[in-house]
Each structure stands twice: as C-alpha cells, then as structure tokens.
C-alpha cells in the first residue's frame, strides 16, 4: 500500500499530472526504491575498477566504491576535501544521464519558506540573470526531465538528459541557481505572496492576496486528503520541522518576509550542506570537474546543524480531531470521516531495519490477502483505506498508518478497534509464508523491470535516507538485505511476529487522527483568509498604498519585457537527430490471432499486451467498460476466488490490468480503435501462469459476488473523486474536448466527469444484481477469441517459449478468430454541441479551466505546425498570462493528441479572465514578432517528449496501440523540422481564430458571473450526456 509524502514541485510533469501536491508511490521495497533497470542492463563500466575507498580525485576523497550486480551499477560515494559536499555518483551504461543537487531544509514554521526559495532560486542567477532561465531553459535543452521539488526536510534540483551536450549546459544553470540565485523582491512577490490591487492598474480596486505559491497552496488544500496527511505528519512529529507544512499554509504564506527567504537560503543553501547525485554512462571526472570550478571552488567548508533530531517518544498514545470540507460528489454525504491510527518506527538511517518495516507493512495492507483489507476494506464500514497508509520513510523517523475513509462518524470507535485487533491476530498467527514468498517475487521481478528514467527514481528514492546521513549505497544492495532477511526468517519462525508486537501493540507513540467534514468549512476559511488580509490593509498608509500600487505597475512591467537570452545555453534545432530511432517488430499468427513480436534486451523479463475489439459492444454496456476493467481482475476467475487470484499475481506476475482504450486513426479521425487493454508483464521462468491467470479471467470470470463488487465500485468513486482536486485539469480539458467528435464524447463518458458522475449513480442504486448483468454481458462481448491482437516484447531466446504458451493460451479461448481490432467508424448516438460553455461548480478554492478546438489527423501536413503552435503559446505567451502575471500554478497548450488543441489552467484563482486569455491566442499569433528560434524552442519541446526513452518492454507499443507505423513518426519528424513562423500564423488563422467548434469547461467554486450569464450551464456534476438507467 502506498503512503504518500509531502512532495512540492516547481511545474506541472510533463505528463500534465501534478507534482505539487502529495504524490503517492506506488509500493515498492527496500526505502520506496522502485529497483527497475533502465534500458541498458550490460555490466557497468569497467573504469571503475580501478577506484577505491581513499583514493583521491579532482579535490574528493572517495569514502567507497560499490558495485551492484542485480541492478547492473558501480556507486561511487565522495566528500569533497574542502567543502565536505558528498557526492554519489551511480555508472552504469544508461545513456539517459541524471543529476540533482540536493539541500537539507528544515522550516520551523508554517510559512512555506523551503517551497518559496525552491521556486525563486529558479527565478534568475549570477551568470544567467535573466527572468525565470528555468522555464526559458525548457525551451532550450532536450531534457527528459527537469523541475525542482520541496519535501519536508530536503529540496531536490534534478534533471535527466540523453544529450551530453545539453547535460552540461542544464548543469551549469542548476548550478548557478542554486548557488548563486538572485532572490530578488520582484520574484518574491510573483511566486510566493504578494498584496496587490485586484487590477494593477487601478488603485481604487480592492487589495488583494496574489502569489503562485499562495494560489498553489490553496489548492492543495482544497482536497480532503491533503488536509487529512498534514494533520497526521504534524500531530505525529511534532517536535521539529515534521511539525509544520514545508509547502506553506495558505494562511501563514502572507508571513513570510523576503528577508527571511534570503536568510533561510543563506543557513541552507552551502555546499557543506549539499549532495550531489550524478547517474549514467558519463565519466564522473567530468561531473567533478564542473562543479568544481562552477561553485566548490568558492566556498570553504561552513560549520551548521541542520540536522533533525529523532522525535522523543511519547509515553501514551495521542488523539487529534481536525475538519474538513464537505464533498458533494461522494455518494453518501453522511459518510464522510476518516481515522487512522499512526505509529511511530524506527530510524531511516538504519537501512535493514526499515527494510524489514517496509515488508511487513505490505504484508499488512498490500492486497486483497492481507490482514487489514480483510478486516477493515471487507468490513464495509468505510470507502477505502485512509490515505496515509502504509509505511512511510520520507521522515527521519520512519512510520506506519492504517484506517479508514468514508465512514460514518458513528463507526469512528468501531474502526479503532478492528485495528487494534488485527495486530493482536497478526501478532499470534503470523503471515502465511505464501504472501511472504509472493512480495520477495515482487521484489525479484522489480530488480529485473526496466523503466525509462531510472537514475531520476533511483535519486528520488535515496534521497531520504542519504539527507539523514545514512549511506546510500547500502540502499542499493537489494540482494544482501534480502539475504540477510532470509536468513533471520530461517533462524527464527517467530521474526515477524515479533517486529509486530515491539512496534504496534507495544509501542506508545501512537496517533489517532479523526476527520470529519464541517458544511461552512470553505465560508469558515474564507472568512480567516478576508480577517487576516483586512487587517494587514488596515495598518497600511497611504505611503504604503501607493508603494503597493507602484510594485504592482513595476511587476506587470517586468513581466511583459522581451529579454536578451543570449546568455543562456541552447541546444539548437541543428542538435537534433534528423532520424527518427526504428523498433524493428515481426508479425505472426498463432491460432488465427495476430501477434506483434519484439525482440529486446528485457532482462529476462516477458511483456504481454493484448487487445479485445469493443467497438460492436452496445452503447448501454459502454459506461461501464471503465467499471468492468477495475474489477476483471479483482473477483476471482476459474477455480481461484478473488484472494486465491491475488496471491497468484502477486506470485508470479508484476500485476494484471485491463484500460479501455480508444483512440482516432493516423490518417482519419472518424476512424476510431474502440478496444479494451490488457496488460502483464513476468519473470521468463513464471509465462505458463501468467497465461493460466489471464485465461481463467477469459474463460470463467466471476462476477456473481454482488456484495464484492459493490464494494470495489465503492472504493472505485472514492478514488476518482478524490483525483479532482490534484488532476482537475485534465478534467476540464476533457469535458472541454467532449464535443468536438465522437470519439471525444466516447472519452468524457469513460473517463471524465461523466463517469465520475455515473459510478456515483450506480453506487447509490440499490440493484447491484442488474450492474453485474452488465459486466457479465461485456465479459461476453470481450473476453473471447473473436476480435483480438497481441504483443510480445521479449529476449530472443525467450521468443519461442513464450509464442507456444500464448498459443496455448489462444487455444483455450471460446470464439473464432475473425479480425483483429481496427479502426472503425464510430456512430454517432446524439448530437453534438457546436459550441459549449459548463462550469462544474465545486467546493475548491481555486479553479481549473479547459479549452478544445479541432484540428486535424496525425499524418495531416497542419498537425506538425499545429504542435509546434501550441508548444509556442504555451511558452510565450500561456505561461506569462495565467502564471506570471495571472498567478496559476500552471496554465498552457497542449496539440499532441491528434484531432484536437486544449488550453488548461491549473490551480488557478481566476476562471473568466483565464477564458479570455485562451481565446486570445489567435489573435497574439497574429500580432506578436515571433521569431523563427522562437519556433525551434517550441520544436524541441516537442523532441523533449517524441525521443524520450523507452524501455525495452515498452518498444514497438505506438504501432500495436495506435497503428503508427515508424514511417509515420519519421514523416510528422521531418514535418516539424521545418515549421517556420508563417506555417504558425497560416494555422492560427485557420483553426484558432474564430473557430466553429469549441469547448469551455471549468472546474472550480461558485461563480456569479458565470452563473448569470446564459451562455454558461452549470452543472453540479451532472454528465454531459445522457447515459444508461437501471431501473
């Protein structure tokens, strides 16, 4: 089970996910390192060879030289002489390189000190002192990744990069700006707070709190879950910097001074409070070399404590109450409490202990085998477990929490019992040495699966432990502590039992925090933010007055300014690669089905992809596709109940999962690919019951257990309602886009706030016997021979294996084989809207807007100019409007899925300005002296994400999936690699300005103006169109 931890980013991923708020990880072992190997898994670089512990280089001393054979590395850790900076250096043959600068942070107050600097360091340096050189430098680098993120001890700098000469230029801005930053006022007042006149530009309108942190945090906080896991790390660590919010409070932000920034940069931002990270197939000479000269030359070694104690232990248990806002789109407004018990563990720096931690509590909570899912999830007290659950070592002490949301205020006590009584069970029986077999499975596979950017997870996950002063490298030697724990498992069959007796039942640190949602929450914090800005206005002079209304004008000045950037390094268009990287496939048939083949270097790992045509499936079966993916593999299949099944996959499998998939052909966009997506992967030696697990699931699915799917269709609403308020604009761009096509629409109902809206219709409808009718008709449909295709990515030498046992797996399906799922006209079930306006009205504090308008196909001559326009929006002119000068956490342009260009926001305080200015674009286009480089930094952004790396098992999936052949991608390559700037305003004209067709959704808090203007229709989540009954 994941726990999420505070983690605060200076953009939006690339992806459009946010950074910002609390992420959850997915569970991985051993301190939350996700051990995947990257794409090359050759032995790592001889050179390293030669070094060893106290041998100096380039002004080091190196404290060891370690190499890890199972995740194919040397680590090489230093101390410099003179600054005592560490540096941990991974090698290893990966070309896709990575390097982050780390600091220990330790605020001791609410004010979001840590979270501000990390935004403003990025704001202008010493030798780049230009506006914001971090967002410039998107523009100019091919990174595979790049932002900065806060925790609540630590600020991170990373970045990844495949080119060598774009690493050094993006290690000399990081460097700079961590270490040589401007801090100036003007920045301050941007991205953390600021008062400010509602329109700059009058001093007669009302002052107000502006700020892109300020905004930012208020969005966070607008979800129930962000407030539930503050309130747990404060209570339960309350003693240091645990104790309050790295991020900010909305209500303490305005605190904050900017000398108090500068000096917090000054006690934290030293070398001698520095770890540097570097990963990959460059030599670290070269590394050591730069940051040398560029920054360690100039300091000496700098005396400071800012470590963090461990948390005294309490002598009793504590209890904490806090509230909540109410949602409205939950099911059951009078379930809406959350409690969990937390306990304090063990220190991070004692790696094997939190190993040993880190399994038990997965044994604990992680599937439908462990203990508490049977004894809280099965209780159906509650809509889901809490959502701090699990363990969670991004502290210095380590801890553990379970419970439960969705609950009745009522059902608090009963709750807290069932937790107290699981451990005493779990304590007496133990776990069945099945499920302990099954997760160091888990972990054998996860040594061998291999992801794109494993330097950047590796850095994130080492982090932790390396800010306390542990040293990182054990971290990395997954086999000895998995030895070790072997070992202690043989010598003692009590080992287990007894970690959960000394740290649970006996343990006194013990937190209980209850959550419980109070209707005039929202007014009650309005009416504290309006206190607090009333009287910081109060105290003002009329000096101070027209000070503020100078700062505003002198703001917004500076930022409309065009820059001389000449001073910041580039990659140029001329950098790039004219060809495209080839994934050779072959194709077969093995019982009538056509087979994708690719042979790759997957580390004795096999990929299974597999697609079932749904194109034919009634539209009343439709809306629950979604529903029927999240439970396919979840109610047991065959002879297997669905605990039986779990442990299997968990066994033998690195999961199985179903996603619907649609998605437009490459040539026409009335042709849709309307399908339904499996996934698996497994270690060669386990293919026979991978495909054993998936054809009980096609040949004798159980879908009878009503009580159980009711269940999992309850926890399935919680989670999507619960995504809005971190993912609320992609929301809104979908629901925007719902009306351009079909297919669109088809999207919105399977994956929008529509089918958030259906799956909290059916979850309050008392016939669960007609839903399962449902799913069991899909099943028919889907899960059979008739329509499929499927894709191996494998070795050679496991090709043969694994194409007998698939034939014997398509063997043993019902039905004939016919056509593999294609692209197909998709009919049309009601009317399009030409034009629409929804404001989803929500009790959020900050709002989230979504703006679509056709385009065209992917092989289409306008869809490269039309990416490269939107990349150029996005950078020139989005981010400057809606964050800089409007004050969103994000906002911009997105044409990389064919057919349609969306405009979002993120976190956002305004709503109709922010309309406006995405309906402006077109007419900026046209009036702006956009240059030709302009448009080159908009094409390499777009390089950023089309030669991204791939993992071996990941290869060839574009073709299977979409139909887009490499050809294609070396066509729409050459295409933008020669837009100019009159292809920019030739598509402008054409599509943006004044378009015929065009969504506007938002998603945010009341708003009159809207709600007063006719063209708007309000929904209070309503679906957008009309969808199945079940009476």
Not at 157 to 167: A, M
């Amino acid at each position: 089970m994941a726990t999420p931890r505070l983690l605060y980013s200076t953009v939006l991923a690339r992806s459009l996910h946010s950074c910002r708020s609390k992420v959850s990880q997915k569970w991985n072992c051993m301190h939350r390192i996700k051990y995947s190997t990257a794409v090359a898994v050759e032995p790592p670089l001889d050179s390293y060879a030669s070094l060893s512990a106290g041998n100096k280089i380039r002004g080091y001393t190196i404290l060891k030289v370690v190499p890890v054979s199972e995740l194919n590395l040397v680590s090489v850790l230093l101390s410099h002489d003179k600054t005592n900076a560490k540096h941990l250096h991974i090698a290893r043959n990966d070309k896709n390189n990575a390097f982050g600068v780390s600091f220990r942070t330790t605020p001791m107050d609410d004010t979001g000190v840590p979270h501000i600097l990390e935004h403003i360091a990025l704001c202008g340096s010493t030798k780049y002192p230009v506006r914001d050189p971090f967002f410039k430098m998107i523009n100019r680098s091919l990174s595979t990744f790049m932002n900065a993120m806060t925790a609540s001890d630590w600020t991170l700098y990373p970045f990844s990069s495949q080119n060598k000469k774009d690493f050094t230029n993006l290690m000399s801005v990081y460097l700079d700006a961590a270490f040589n930053p401007l801090l100036q006022e003007r920045d301050f007042r941007q991205e953390g707070w600021r008062l400010e006149h509602k329109d700059h530009n009058d001093p007669s309108s009302p002052i107000i709190y502006k700020g892109v942190v300020f905004n930012e945090m208020k969005g966070v906080f607008s979800s129930q879950h962000a407030i539930f896991q503050e309130a747990v790390q404060n209570n339960l660590l309350p003693s240091h910097t645990y104790g309050v919010c790295s991020g900010g409070l909305p209500l303490a932000i305005p605190d904050l001074t900017w000398q108090a920034l500068r000096e917090f940069h000054s006690n934290h931002y030293h070398p001698s409070n520095s770890r540097f990270i570097t990963y990959g197939d460059q030599p670290l000479e070269d590394h050591l070399d730069i940051i040398e000269n560029s920054v360690l030359k100039h300091y000496n070694k700098l005396e400071q404590d800012t470590s963090v104690p461990l948390q005294p232990r309490w002598a009793e248990p504590r209890r904490v109450k806090v509230s909540c806002r109410h949602n409205e789109m939950l099911p059951d407004s009078s379930k809406q409490t959350t409690v969990a018990v937390s306990y304090l563990l063990t220190d991070v720096t004692d790696v094997y202990e939190s190993s040993v931690l880190s399994l038990i509590s997965s044994l604990l909570v992680n599937s439908e085998t462990a203990p508490f899912y049977h004894s809280l999830i099965e209780s159906n007290l509650g809509s889901g477990f809490a959502p701090v659950c699990g363990y969670e070592n991004s502290t210095r002490d380590t801890w553990f929490s379970v419970g439960l949301e969705g609950i009745a205020e009522d059902s608090v006590e009963q709750v807290l019992n069932i937790i107290d009584e699981t451990f005493k069970k779990v304590a007496n029986e133990g776990f069945p040495q099945e499920r302990v077999d099954a997760l160091l499975s888990q972990i054998e596979l996860s040594t061998k699966h291999q992801t794109s950017n494993f330097g950047l997870s590796l850095m994130m996950s080492l982090n932790t432990m390396w800010n306390h002063d542990a040293d990182p490298t054990v971290g990395l030697q997954v086999n000895e502590i998995i030895s070790r724990f072997k070992k202690e498992m043989a010598a003692n069959p009590q080992y287990l039992q007894e970690y959960v007796k000394k740290y649970f039942i006996e343990n006194t640190h013990k937190l209980t925090v209850e959550m419980s949602p109070d209707e005039h929450y929202e007014e009650k914090q309005q009416e504290l933010e309006a206190a607090k800005l009333k009287s910081m206005v109060d105290r003002l002079t009329a000096a101070d007055r027209e000070e503020i209304f100078t700062q505003g004008k002198v703001l917004a000045k500076a930022q409309m300014e065009e820059e001389d950037l000449s001073c910041l390094p580039t990659i140029l268009k001329t950098d790039l690669d004219t060809v495209g990287v080839k994934t050779r496939v072959d194709t077969t048939t093995l019982d009538g089905v056509e087979v994708q083949l690719c042979e790759q270097p997957t580390n004795e790992v096999v990929y299974f992809n597999l697609l079932t045509d749904m194109a034919d499936l009634p539209s009343h079966l439709k809306p629950f596709v979604p529903l029927f993916c999240s439970v396919a593999t979840k109610m047991g299949a065959g002879g297997l109940d669905y605990k039986q099944q779990s442990q299997r996959i968990a066994r033998y499998t690195g999961g199985l999962s179903l996603s619907h998939h649609i998605s437009s052909s490459p040539s026409d966009l009335d042709m849709v690919l309307q399908a339904i997506h499996l996934q698996s992967f497994c270690l060669k030696e386990n293919i026979t019951p991978m495909f054993e697990l998936w054809a009980d699931i096609f040949n004798n699915i159980r879908l009878e257990d009503v009580g159980r799917l009711s269940m999992l269709l309850k926890m399935s609403v919680a989670d999507l309602v619960n995504s809005v308020s971190h993912s609320g604009h992609q929301y809104a761009m979908r629901h925007s886009a719902s009306n351009l096509s079909e297919a669109n629409r088809l999207k919105e109902v399977l994956s929008g706030v529509t089918q958030i809206s259906f799956l909290k219709t059916l979850s309050e409808n008392d016939n669960q016997d007609r839903i399962a009718s449902y799913l069991k008709d899909i099943a028919q449909h889907v899960l059979n021979k008739n329509s499929l295709k499927c894709s191996i990515n494998a070795e050679s030498s496991a090709i043969d294996q694994v194409s007998s046992q698939l034939h014997s797996f398509l063997g043993s399906l019902s039905g004939a084989a016919e056509c593999p799922p294609t692209h197909t006209q998709l009919s049309s079930t009601e009317n399009l809207k030409p034009k629409s306006k929804t404001h989803f009205s929500m009790d959020f504090s900050v709002n989230y807007a979504g703006m679509s308008v056709p385009t065209v196909e992917y092989l289409h001559e306008d869809f490269a100019p039309l990416r490269a326009m939107a990349s150029l929006l996005r950078n020139k002119f989005l981010h400057r409007e809606i964050r800089e000068k409007g004050g969103a956490y994000g906002g911009g342009a997105t044409g990389d899925a064919a057919g349609q260009m969306s405009f979002y926001s993120y976190r956002d305080p305004n709503s109709l300005k922010t309309v406006e200015t995405m309906c402006s674009s077109a007419d900026w286009i046209s009036s702006s002296n956009f240059t030709q480089q302009d448009v080159d930094e908009a094409i390499l952004t777009i390089f950023q994400k089309i030669d991204s790396p791939v993992a071996p098992g990941a290869r060839g999936q574009g073709l299977f999936l979409s139909g887009v052949t490499d050809d294609m991608k070396q066509l729409h390559r050459d295409r933008l690699l020669s837009v100019d700037v009159q292809q920019i305003k030739s598509v402008s004209e054409r599509y943006l300005k004044e378009p015929t067709v065009q969504g506007i959704s938002l998603i945010g808090p009341e708003n009159e103006e809207i709600t007063a203007d006719s063209e708007w229709t309000i929904s209070g989540r309503e679906p957008c169109c009309q969808l199945p009954s079940l009476s």
